[in-house]
């Protein structure tokens, strides 16, 4: 390593530990600016991720200044616009995320031409903040009975015939007894609401992750031929496997058949497809007479019409992002992004300008940090603004 690549690495730890005099900040960032050292950046950032998360957090100050320079803000007030290429655009930013601990990631517009950042301050704070979504759930038992299981206390929640229902934390898990008593034929319910997310053991050993405003009803013992459960919203599968007994589900007049496999169904209403997304075993989609068997990485889209497309090479890290904490963007519009943070903040959407040009987004965010953190660094593409007014979020493009 030469003496710059050593000079870079020094300036970054003394960065991270907010110990740069103004001088050596001053080189650190024409360092950075001049594009020649982005993929030593990039090592930096991922050598230093695991110590960095651990609780080492810039100053407030330092963290506007890193700001200030990435997006062409001096403090002196002045403005100029700075062209970056989406690579150093992706590497600006992780730094911007990684050294202020935000509990971000990479976030870039989705061009590949240079991306020019707006002629605007990017806001420190807003008034408003929403929190992010956390684990809760509601249980509709088989006599139509309701529980909360938000901030119930871990252990027995009911017993239903010779199934317990035991809550560990942000799982609910249906527990075979060893008495006598015969199988209840009841069904339960669980559902989501916006801003909520929680998951369940099946009386099968099947696994379920339920995303915000969603649902499952199900039998609390499977009898018969099938294993057959009925969803709203989205929900990913990790399926016991029973060759006797198919797993079906059912959503929005779509059906997923499986004997054992891991899978993520997305139905909500509000999406233009349902999308079933096959990440491991087989799977047939069936609706209206039409059908599609899918080989892991495959996508089966229904549309409204009823009519399926296979779609090949998904990516898997876009589609169960949500279960792995983390808003996940994969040349998505600007739309389609604010209904995936409307029902995880448990937040309506307001356009003020409807027929603006179609904005796209590439990158990874985490799901824990507050909503006004999000839009900072939606912000940050010069695309698109935001506020915050009480639960609404009024968008401007």
Do not use: C
């Not at 491991?280 to 080989?295: C, D, F, I, R, Y």
């Amino acid at each position: 390593m030469h003496m710059e690549n050593k000079r870079l690495h020094y300036l970054l730890d003394k960065y991270v530990l907010s110990t740069l005099s103004l001088s050596e900040e001053k080189e650190l960032f024409i360092l950075l600016d001049s594009n020649l050292y982005d993929e030593q950046v990039n090592e930096y950032l991922r050598a230093s991720w695991p110590q960095m998360s651990q609780g080492h957090e810039l100053t407030a100050d330092s963290s506007q200044k890193i700001l200030a320079t990435i997006t062409g803000e001096h403090t002196e007030g002045l403005l100029v616009k700075r062209n970056f290429s989406k690579k150093y655009w992706s590497v600006a930013a992780a730094a911007i995320l990684l050294l202020t601990s935000f509990g971000l990631y990479k976030f870039y517009h989705k061009t590949n031409v240079p991306v020019q950042i707006a002629q605007k301050k990017i806001p420190s704070k807003y008034t408003n903040d929403v929190a992010a979504g956390t684990n809760g759930a509601i249980l509709k038992l088989a006599d139509g009975s309701i529980v909360v299981l938000d901030s119930l206390a871990n252990g027995t929640v009911s017993t239903q015939g010779s199934m317990n229902l035991v809550k560990d934390g942000s799982t609910l898990n249906y527990v075979q007894t060893n008495n006598t008593i015969a199988n209840t034929t009841g069904f339960n319910t669980i559902e989501t609401p916006n801003g909520r997310q929680f998951s369940l053991m099946l009386g099968d050993g099947t696994k379920v992750w339920l995303n915000a405003a969603s649902s499952i009803h199900f039998p609390v013992n499977f009898s018969g031929d099938e294993r057959k459960v009925e969803i709203t919203g989205e929900a990913y599968f990790e399926v016991a496997k029973n060759k006797h007994k198919p797993f079906r589900v059912s959503a929005n007049g779509s059906e997923v058949e499986v004997l054992g496999t891991h899978f993520n169904v997305n139905s909500y209403a509000d999406e233009n497809t349902l999308n079933t997304t096959l990440l491991e075993g087989s799977v047939k989609v069936s609706h209206a007479g039409n059908n599609a068997l899918l080989t892991p990485g495959q996508q089966a889209q229904v549309n409204l019409k009823g009519s399926i497309s296979k779609i090949n090479h998904v990516n898997i890290t876009e589609v169960v992002a949500w279960k792995n904490n983390a808003f996940s963007f994969n040349n998505t519009d600007l739309k389609k992004l604010m209904r995936q943070l409307s029902r995880w903040y448990d937040v309506e959407i307001v356009y003020k300008n409807e027929s603006a040009d179609p904005v796209r987004f590439n990158g990874e965010i985490s799901r824990s940090v507050t909503l006004s953190n999000v839009l900072k660094m939606l912000e940050l593409t010069g695309e698109v603004s935001f506020s915050i007014e009480g639960k609404r979020i009024i968008v401007s493009s």
